[in-house]
Structure formats: C-alpha cells, structure tokens
C-alpha cells in the first residue's frame, strides 16, 4: 500500500498579505506562516451534467520542468478575503517528483508574503495513471480541516487557521518558487475554489460524476493561460470509470516452468481450469501478436504430478469437477498437467510442451524494487504494464522504469534519460525476484561495474519474498522451517547485526552519566544437591542464566518464542556476554560461554523497521556507528545505514535481552557446625561475583533476579528449605549470594546409627554370660560384633560423602557365625 504523502501532491499553497502565523500544535498540516481564505456565500455554480471537461496534461514526458505552468484567466480580488475555503480537483499522475503542487495562489502586492502548506499523510493507496478526486476543506466555524478522496472522508483534524485568506494571482502546475522537483506531472482537472466549506453529499456527487460544480471563488471553466501545457477533452463520465476490472497479461508459448513462475512472480496464479464457454470470450479479448496456436490452448494451474488421476490446483485443493474434452484425459502417468482448450480439458506433459499463458488479477499489480537505497517510496514502487503481447515493463511512481532494452532488462531513470543498471540474463528472463544486477552508475556507495542483487516484489509488507518472487507470511522467516519452494526463506538467517566499531570485551553503556550502570539478570534453577558432611562441601547442579541488553546492537528476524532466537557458536563469540566467578570454591571455576552453552534473544518490542531489501555486495552485519545523542545516551542506527539481509525485520537492541543459559556442576566449600549434632541446623552459601567490570559499570539487578529449587528437598540427612538469593551492595564488585537452608533429619542418626550400634552393644554384653568352658564361643561373638560395627560405620559414612550411590539395605546383611567343636 502506498502510504502516498499526498500533502506533496494535493499541496495547497496560498499566500497572504505579510500576517505571520505563530507555531502552532497542528505543526503536521500548517508548517510555515501565512493567512487562509475568505467570505461566506451560499451560492454553488452548477455546469449540470456536462457532456465532457477540459483535461490538462503536464509533463507528459515524465521530466521534471520548472516552466509547465497555467494562469488563471478569472479576477480574483485581494480585497475579498476567505475565512473558510474548498478546494476540489481531479488528477492523474504520470510521476511524482519530490512533490507535486497543483495549486497555488499568493499575493503579489505583498513582498514578504508567506507560504502555508497543507499537508496531511493520506490513507490508502494512490497509483499513478489511475484518476483521483480530491477535496481540501476548512470550516472555520468548526475549526475543521478534512479531506476526501473519491468523495470519502478520508481524514480530519481540529486546527483554528485565525487569520483570513486573500490572494491576487492564482496558477496551477508549479509552486510559487517555480522548481522543477515540486511540479505537478499528469493531467489535471476540474480545479475548483469555493469560499465555504461544501457538504460532503456535494463533494461526493462531484467525485461520482453527477455534478460538475464550479467554484464561486476560482472555476475551471473560467479558463486558464497554458505554457508548455497540452489540453483535451475527455468525457464527464469517463472520469469515473476506475479501471479496476480483470486485466490479464498474455504470453506466447512457453514451458509450464515457466508459465507457473511468470504467474507467481506477477503476484497471482494460472487459472484454474477456464470452462468450455470462457474459452470463446477470452479469445476475444485476445490482443494482436499471439499466434494461432494461442487462440484456443492456454496453461491452467491444475497437476496430477504427486498422485496419478488426482488433479490438483497450486493450493492443493482436490478437484473434482473438472469439463475435459472427449478420451481426456489420457496421457497417464507422462502426462501431469492440464491446458484449456475450446472443447474441454487435455492433459499434456508438463515438460515437452509449449503452451500460452494467461495471468489474470483484479486492478493494477504494485511491485517494490528493493536493495536501492531509496529512501522515498515514490522511488520504490513500481506498477507492472503490458501494452503489447508479451512486453511487460514495469513503470515507477517516481523517475525510474524498469524494462527490456536490447535484449536485457534495464533500470532506468526516465526523467533524466540515466541507464542505472542492467539485469544479468537468467532464465527464467524476467526482473520479478531476487536478480543480479550490473550497475551502470554507483547505487549504496557501490562503484559501477560490479554487480549487486536487487528484488523486484509483488508481496505484500506482511510477506516475504522468496527469491523466485512468490510470497510467504513474513513470519514464517527463519523459522527453522522450508516455506519458500526454493528454500529461501531459510537463507541468511543472521539475528545478530553488529556496528563497524564494535568491540566484544567492552560492556554495552546505558548512559555516560555516573551512577547508571547495566542491570544483569540472575537466574539460578537448582536442579541437584549434595552435601559431604565430612568433607564439608556442597555439590550443587544447577542451570544458570544470565540476562543483559546490548543497546548496540540491532536484532534481525526476531521471533515471539525464544527457542527459534538462537545464536550460533559463530556470533556468539563475536558478543560481549558477562563472567560470573563462583567464589567460595576450591579453584578458579566461573561461567562459561562454550559449546554447552545456550544463547538467544528474548522479544520483548514491536519491530523498529523493515530493511531496503536485498544485500548490496553479501554484506551482512553492516550498521552504521552507533549515535550520540545530547552527548548522555547511545541509540541504535537508523534503518537508513543499516544493510541487514534480505526483507529482515529490524529490532532495536535497546528493549530487547540477550540470554546465556547454562548448565553447571560446581562443589562449594561448606562450614559446617556439628556441635549439635544431630539436631543441627546448617546454612551452605553459592557466592557469585562478576568479574567482567565493577559495580559502577555491570550489577546484577536486585528486582528480577531469583533462585528456584526443582531437586529433592529430602537429603539423606537433611531437610532443603527454601532458598534464597541475596545482594551485596556495597563491595567493588557486584555480588550475589544464594543462601541454602539445611535441617538435619534426626530420625535417619537414630535408625541408622544409634539403635543398630545399641544392639549389637547389647549382642556383645550378652556374650559375657556365656560359660567360660565355651570361651571361643564368647570371643567370636564379640569379635564378629565389634566387625558388623566397623562394616556400620563406613558404610553411613560413605552414605553420606557419596549419597547418589545406592545404599544397601542392612536388613540383607547376614551375620553367619560358624561352632565348632
């Protein structure tokens, strides 16, 4: 949708005698000084239902002049000054310059008169050779300024003008300055000035034909003093009539390859099976130059390619109903594709033959030219026109055309007769897709000579362009996915654009004040604990990530899910990521940015701005050095020095996260207090420091920072309580602390210490009794005792430093003591 600035082209330019109007909230609409129109009369001229209007054509050569003017003929007296004003007129844009005045008016009595333009953003879509009527109203009863297109409203706003307008001298076709890159190119008429605001039931009986109103302030019928301008007449009702019905490129014989593309890269498809009776209406409508063979065969878009007798469409909807001529189809298997004749259906091979093509679409097909670096839109978009048998070319809202010139397809700029660049030949040998181009004059700052990948695209904002020219949701982008046929969508797939001077071991700065520092999210899942109570170490399993911005940075092909925002080894290594040292631990352990870990991006703003295309020269990663803005914040470049891939949505780095995620396991020393054992109560700490810069530069941020625990709570002598995650404030380096809580389990001491040692202290007292004759006896007991006790205690001890290793049961302990005489 051409988003058309219409301010340029409907640009009202009045001028007034030497009364200056102060900057006022409206600054959009009115922003230079001058006065507005004048007196109230409830006269309308009415022409009726006139046979036919004087069309003006202006610049029908496309080049910007400065002398293409026309002079009213009426009086227009200063001294009747308009406090309320419309202005209505009808036009046909052959080009739009950098903007294109229609109207102006200006007193020539006052030296230091004043301009006020009116300029709004309109809605919808203009296109050029497509007739338009337009309104401009402003009541200054109501203090409203409307406008209307084709007789709708179109937008309005509140503004209080506060001044009269007055002029002596009105023309059309050039501002008052007379500069060519402001006139007007295309036709023009029914050029009227009334001095109220008229009703919207008479601005839309003007746009619809049924009224030819004249102006009681300027009328177009007065008649106007041409130079350099051509006139004709063109019928009141034909004005009206939109082109806006089926229009169809024809081409001579081609492959169905070649059909399926050239049908899809002018944004719609083959049909999908013209009926027997349609076959007759469309070779009327056939144009000279096709041959014979085309009057009655022409490709539709149905196959049976996959599954032999199932005929599909391109959306691969089943078709049952299908007209085919007697004995069809009949080709079986070497037969998969199916054209259109007088008589019915043939199947045919879709390789060996030679068919017509039909591209059929409702309106005018817009194309963006895209990877130009142009930054009006006027400059971008292009309308494709065939004005004989297969010579399609594609004509510009602004200067260029693109179109076949000895055998090539070339961009030219027409208005100032430049050859730009020409298309190396490919076949298929048409511009729509991405095509390499070999530039005749430098384009980016490329040098001519050299060649440069540009894409010519019928999609729409929301939809990305395969390279073939055919379209997909923009969303379905790099989405770990084929969605193009020719898996373009998966191409260039960075996330990352780095600036030329960035640097990987300097912190991002969010301010170059003191006191702002960057703020790292701490996110610790415990996952494993393990407590050596002789060693007095905790072993700790556990996922940690870390979560920062990189105001730097610019981000590419975002989606909403994190888990397809992953970064390669590649870039990661290129990013600066913050280190976090593990403290209280027996060596130099901190975290870790290796091929164990996980980094991606986390979406968290809308898109800033869509890129210009395609890659200049394969450059990537190209952004411009980062802005500073009032000498205190770094900003992110704008999307005019940014060559990023291809249609790749652009994120700022600012608002949206980089996160590493990893998993560790780390042995923290432990101080253990037993004095109370076994009804102690301990606290283990996992102290973390960054270590990448000091606290007035990198903090962890104390709000969003946390600690869960999803392991087992029950140890095999402790409780887990809840964990927590402290801060310190005050040391060189930020620090965290993440506090474990542990409660001894007194029933685990008492069962598988205590009560076991009493028994077999019990056992063994009891032996004492035995009678001194059976002496042996006694001292095996004793011995055999003293051994189930030292079996004991080394197996609770390994139970405890090693408590993932299964534990036997001492109930399968078997104490076999053997008597023997």
Same mark, same amino acid.
């Given at each position: 949708?051409?988003?058309c600035?219409? $301010?340029?082209l409907l640009?009202l $330019?009045?001028?007034?005698a030497?009364?200056?109007l102060q900057e006022?909230?409206?600054?959009?609409?009115f922003?230079k /000084?001058?006065?507005?129109?004048?007196?109230?009369?409830?006269l309308l001229s009415y022409?009726g239902r006139?046979n036919s209007?004087?069309?003006?054509?202006l610049?029908?050569?496309?080049k910007?002049?400065?002398?293409?003017?026309?002079y009213y003929?009426g009086?227009?007296?200063?001294s009747r000054?308009l406090n309320?004003?419309?202005?209505?007129?009808?036009?046909r844009l052959?080009i739009l310059?950098?903007?294109?005045?229609?109207?102006?008016m200006?007193?020539?009595?006052n030296?230091?008169?004043?301009?006020l333009?009116?300029?709004?953003?309109?809605?919808g879509?203009v296109?050029p050779?497509?007739?338009y009527?337009i309104?401009f109203?402003?009541d200054h009863?109501?203090?409203?300024?409307s406008?209307y297109m084709d007789g709708?409203?179109?937008n309005h706003?509140?503004?209080?003008i506060? /001044?009269n307008?007055?002029?002596?001298n009105?023309?059309?076709?050039?501002?008052d300055?007379?500069?060519?890159?402001?006139?007007?190119s295309g036709?023009?008429?029914?050029v009227?000035?009334?001095d109220?605001?008229?009703?919207e039931e008479? $601005?839309?009986d003007?746009?619809?034909?049924k009224?030819d109103i004249?102006?009681?302030?300027?009328s177009?019928?007065r008649?106007?003093?041409l130079?350099?301008?051509?006139?004709?007449q063109?019928?009141?009702?034909?004005l009206c009539?939109?082109? %806006?019905g089926i229009?169809?490129?024809? +081409?001579?014989?081609?492959?169905f390859?070649?059909?399926?593309?050239?049908?899809q890269?002018l944004g719609?498809?083959?049909?999908?099976g013209?009926p027997?009776?349609? %076959?007759?209406a469309l *070779?009327?409508l056939?144009?000279?130059?096709?041959?014979?063979?085309?009057? *009655?065969r022409y490709w539709?878009?149905? #196959?049976?390619e996959?599954e032999e007798?199932?005929?599909k469409?391109y959306?691969g909807?089943n078709?049952?109903?299908?007209?085919?001529?007697?004995?069809?189809?009949n080709?079986?298997?070497?037969?998969?594709?199916?054209?259109?004749?007088?008589k019915?259906?043939?199947d045919?091979?879709?390789?060996g033959?030679?068919?017509? $093509? !039909?591209?059929? +679409?409702e309106?005018?097909?817009?194309f963006? +030219?895209l990877?130009?670096?142009?930054?009006?839109?006027? *400059?971008?978009y292009f309308v494709?026109?065939?004005?004989? !048998?297969?010579?399609?070319?594609? #004509?510009?809202?602004?200067?260029?055309?693109?179109r076949k010139?000895?055998?090539?397809?070339?961009?030219v700029?027409?208005?100032?007769?430049?050859?730009i660049?020409?298309m190396e030949?490919?076949?298929?040998?048409?511009?729509?897709?991405?095509?390499w181009?070999k530039?005749?004059e430098s384009?980016?700052?490329?040098?001519?000579?050299?060649?440069?990948q540009?894409?010519?695209?019928?999609?729409r904002h929301?939809q990305?362009?395969?390279?073939?020219?055919?379209?997909v949701?923009?969303?379905?982008?790099?989405d770990l996915?084929?969605?193009?046929?020719?898996n373009?969508?998966?191409?260039?797939?960075?996330?990352?654009a780095?600036p030329e001077?960035?640097?990987?071991?300097?912190?991002?700065? %969010?301010?170059?004040e003191e006191?702002?520092?960057l703020?790292?999210?701490?996110n610790?899942i415990?996952?494993f604990?393990?407590?050596?109570?002789m060693?007095m170490q905790?072993?700790?399993v556990?996922?940690?990530?870390?979560?920062w911005?990189?105001s730097?940075?610019?981000?590419q092909?975002?989606?909403?899910?994190?888990?397809?925002?992953?970064?390669?080894?590649d870039?990661?290594?290129?990013?600066?990521?913050?280190?976090?040292s593990?403290? *209280?631990?027996n060596?130099n352990?901190?975290?870790?940015?290796d091929d164990g870990?996980i980094m991606?991006?986390n979406r968290?703003?809308g898109v800033m /701005?869509?890129?210009?295309g395609?890659?200049?020269?394969g450059?990537?990663d190209?952004v411009?050095k980062p802005?500073?803005?009032?000498?205190?914040?770094?900003v992110?470049?704008t999307?005019d020095?940014?060559l990023?891939?291809k249609?790749?949505? !652009?994120?700022?780095g600012?608002?949206n996260t980089?996160?590493?995620?990893?998993?560790?396991g780390v042995?923290f020393k432990c101080?253990l207090?037993l004095?109370?054992y076994p009804f102690?109560?301990?606290?283990c700490?996992?102290h973390?420091?960054i270590?990448?810069?000091?606290?007035?530069f990198?903090?962890?941020?104390?709000?969003?920072?946390?600690?869960i625990n999803?392991? /087992?709570t029950f140890?095999?002598?402790?409780?887990?309580g809840?964990l927590?995650?402290?801060?310190?404030l005050e040391s060189?380096?930020s620090e965290?602390t993440?506090?474990?809580?542990l409660?001894?389990?007194q029933g685990?001491?008492?069962?598988?210490?205590?009560i076991?040692?009493?028994?077999?202290?019990i056992?063994s007292?009891v032996?004492l009794?035995f009678r001194?004759i059976? +002496?042996d006896?006694r001292?095996m007991?004793a011995?055999?005792?003293?051994?189930?006790?030292?079996?004991l205690?080394?197996?609770?001890?390994?139970?405890t430093?090693f408590?993932r290793?299964?534990?036997?049961?001492?109930?399968?302990? !078997?104490i076999?003591v053997d008597?023997?005489?």
């Amino acid at each position: 949708m051409l988003e058309c600035v219409l $301010i340029t082209l409907l640009l009202l $330019i009045l001028r007034s005698a030497g009364v200056t109007l102060q900057e006022r909230t409206w600054r959009d609409l009115f922003y230079k /000084e001058g006065r507005f129109l004048v007196t109230v009369t409830s006269l309308l001229s009415y022409s009726g239902r006139a046979n036919s209007v004087m069309v003006l054509k202006l610049q029908g050569d496309r080049k910007a002049a400065s002398d293409t003017i026309a002079y009213y003929e009426g009086d227009v007296d200063r001294s009747r000054q308009l406090n309320s004003v419309t202005l209505c007129a009808r036009f046909r844009l052959f080009i739009l310059h950098t903007c294109a005045v229609f109207f102006c008016m200006k007193d020539t009595q006052n030296e230091n008169s004043a301009m006020l333009a009116g300029g709004k953003r309109l809605e919808g879509t203009v296109l050029p050779a497509t007739w338009y009527h337009i309104c401009f109203t402003y009541d200054h009863e109501k203090t409203i300024i409307s406008t209307y297109m084709d007789g709708e409203l179109n937008n309005h706003q509140m503004y209080d003008i506060g /001044e009269n307008i007055f002029g002596d001298n009105v023309t059309i076709g050039q501002s008052d300055k007379k500069t060519s890159q402001k006139s007007f190119s295309g036709e023009l008429t029914q050029v009227n000035v009334w001095d109220r605001a008229l009703s919207e039931e008479d $601005i839309k009986d003007m746009a619809t034909c049924k009224h030819d109103i004249q102006g009681n302030y300027v009328s177009w019928e007065r008649g106007w003093t041409l130079h350099k301008i051509s006139s004709h007449q063109i019928p009141l009702e034909k004005l009206c009539q939109k082109d %806006i019905g089926i229009k169809r490129f024809w +081409f001579p014989t081609k492959p169905f390859s070649t059909a399926l593309y050239l049908c899809q890269a002018l944004g719609t498809h083959l049909p999908l099976g013209v009926p027997v009776l349609d %076959i007759g209406a469309l *070779n009327k409508l056939i144009p000279q130059g096709l041959t014979d063979r085309c009057y *009655n065969r022409y490709w539709t878009s149905l #196959m049976d390619e996959n599954e032999e007798g199932f005929w599909k469409y391109y959306s691969g909807h089943n078709e049952s109903l299908i007209i085919w001529d007697q004995k069809e189809p009949n080709g079986l298997q070497y037969e998969n594709c199916a054209i259109a004749t007088d008589k019915g259906l043939h199947d045919v091979d879709c390789k060996g033959n030679l068919e017509c $093509i !039909i591209c059929s +679409f409702e309106g005018d097909r817009k194309f963006s +030219f895209l990877g130009t670096c142009e930054d009006e839109l006027r *400059n971008q978009y292009f309308v494709a026109k065939q004005n004989n !048998i297969s010579e399609l070319h594609f #004509m510009g809202y602004g200067n260029y055309y693109i179109r076949k010139q000895a055998g090539r397809w070339t961009w030219v700029d027409d208005v100032y007769g430049r050859v730009i660049a020409k298309m190396e030949i490919i076949k298929p040998n048409f511009p729509m897709g991405r095509r390499w181009w070999k530039l005749e004059e430098s384009v980016c700052g490329q040098k001519p000579g050299t060649q440069r990948q540009l894409l010519l695209s019928p999609c729409r904002h929301d939809q990305f362009t395969c390279s073939d020219a055919t379209c997909v949701p923009h969303e379905n982008r790099c989405d770990l996915k084929y969605d193009c046929k020719d898996n373009s969508d998966e191409v260039d797939c960075n996330t990352v654009a780095f600036p030329e001077d960035y640097q990987y071991y300097l912190p991002p700065r %969010i301010s170059r004040e003191e006191g702002i520092n960057l703020l790292i999210k701490l996110n610790i899942i415990v996952e494993f604990l393990s407590l050596k109570t002789m060693d007095m170490q905790l072993e700790a399993v556990f996922v940690m990530s870390l979560t920062w911005e990189d105001s730097r940075l610019h981000y590419q092909n975002l989606k909403e899910s994190n888990t397809l925002n992953i970064l390669s080894n590649d870039t990661v290594k290129r990013l600066w990521i913050p280190t976090v040292s593990f403290v *209280n631990t027996n060596g130099n352990h901190r975290t870790l940015a290796d091929d164990g870990a996980i980094m991606f991006i986390n979406r968290h703003t809308g898109v800033m /701005e869509r890129d210009k295309g395609a890659p200049g020269e394969g450059i990537a990663d190209k952004v411009i050095k980062p802005l500073l803005i009032a000498q205190k914040s770094w900003v992110v470049p704008t999307m005019d020095s940014v060559l990023t891939g291809k249609e790749v949505d !652009i994120y700022p780095g600012a608002g949206n996260t980089l996160t590493i995620k990893r998993k560790y396991g780390v042995v923290f020393k432990c101080d253990l207090n037993l004095q109370l054992y076994p009804f102690d109560k301990q606290e283990c700490k996992m102290h973390l420091q960054i270590i990448s810069a000091p606290r007035s530069f990198l903090q962890f941020d104390t709000d969003s920072s946390s600690v869960i625990n999803i392991g /087992e709570t029950f140890l095999t002598e402790y409780h887990v309580g809840t964990l927590d995650l402290t801060h310190d404030l005050e040391s060189e380096f930020s620090e965290a602390t993440v506090r474990i809580p542990l409660e001894r389990l007194q029933g685990y001491a008492i069962l598988n210490i205590y009560i076991p040692t009493l028994v077999l202290l019990i056992i063994s007292y009891v032996t004492l009794y035995f009678r001194p004759i059976i +002496f042996d006896t006694r001292m095996m007991a004793a011995l055999t005792v003293q051994l189930v006790i030292a079996t004991l205690f080394s197996q609770n001890h390994q139970a405890t430093a090693f408590p993932r290793v299964p534990k036997p049961h001492h109930d399968k302990f !078997i104490i076999r003591v053997d008597i023997s005489n």
